[in-house]
């Protein structure tokens, strides 16, 4: 199993839409057992594998809330809570693509763990529960580094940070690096790989992101960090999908933006494989 956490500080990167859309070609396309958690209090990436009215029903018992003790008395047991029970199967009509909602009481998800001891651990400890049923968990982060990423951080074997090549971007994006590196030294047992940077959003013909993709490319390399090869179009089709409560892969299968994010996960597959042989 790899756990995959996507990562920016900066919102309005097409963080969540990578997550939903690698995550279902995953499932559908390479026969991949899959779970996305959502751990971004604005919810995106859940009400874009599930309807509202849906997660109605489940938000007061099975979300991400459940999982981090935001309303259980924690406890060092082990055996106290079963992560199972905050898993909706099988979302957006997709076979082996799981999913654990977020809730927008995450936002006070710092507040309420405050005293609560190795709080940046209780996700892993949670997943290393379900360590044998998936190949992949890939975890969509809000845009900062507080509590919630932290326990992604801690829980996760690699980092992708999605970037629009714009002028602000690169210019965070070595804070960032060094941001998730410093957490690497302070977290115990938080040693994460960023497996690269995966451009987004990118307008097709103009000068700037093309100047700013060769930049970002040129300062990554400086950090040591790898960028992926594949660019992701901006294009209305995803927003469609969204408005959808779908993943793109599945309103628009022959898109240009899905078939960027096909193109993104044969190469993000052949990527790991070049990790397992090193």
Known sequence: ??????????????????????????????????????????????????????????KDTKTIANV??????????????????????????????????????LTFLDLDLSSQPAREHILSKEIGKIIDTYDFIMIDCPPN????????????????????????????????????????????????????????????????????IDAIRKSSLALKVDTFQTIIPETVRISEAVASQKPAYIVNPNSDGTSSYKNFTKELLLKLEEYENE
């Open 1 to 58: 199993m790899k756990v995959i956490s996507f990562i920016n500080m900066k919102g309005g990167v097409g963080k969540t839409t990578t997550v939903v859309e690698l995550a279902s070609i995953l499932a559908k396309e390479h026969n991949k057992k899959v779970l996305v958690i959502d751990l971004d209090p604005q919810t995106n990436a859940t009400f874009s594998l599930m309807p509202m009215d849906e997660w109605n029903k489940i």
């Open 68 to 105: 981090l003790g935001m309303r259980r008395g924690y406890s060092s047991r082990e055996d106290e809570f079963d992560i199972n029970t905050s898993i909706t199967k099988n979302v957006a009509g997709i076979n082996n693509l799981d999913l654990i909602p977020s809730h927008l009481e």
């Open 145 to 212: 580094l507080t509590l919630a990423p932290q326990n992604a951080l801690v829980a996760s074997d690699f980092i992708i940070v999605p970037v629009v090549p714009e002028v602000f971007p690169a210019i965070g994006l070595p804070l960032l690096i060094n941001r998730i590196e410093d957490l690497s030294k302070r977290l115990p047992n938080c040693n994460p790989k960023i497996l690269g940077v995966v451009f987004t959003k990118v307008k097709r013909g103009t000068n700037i992101h093309t100047q700013q």
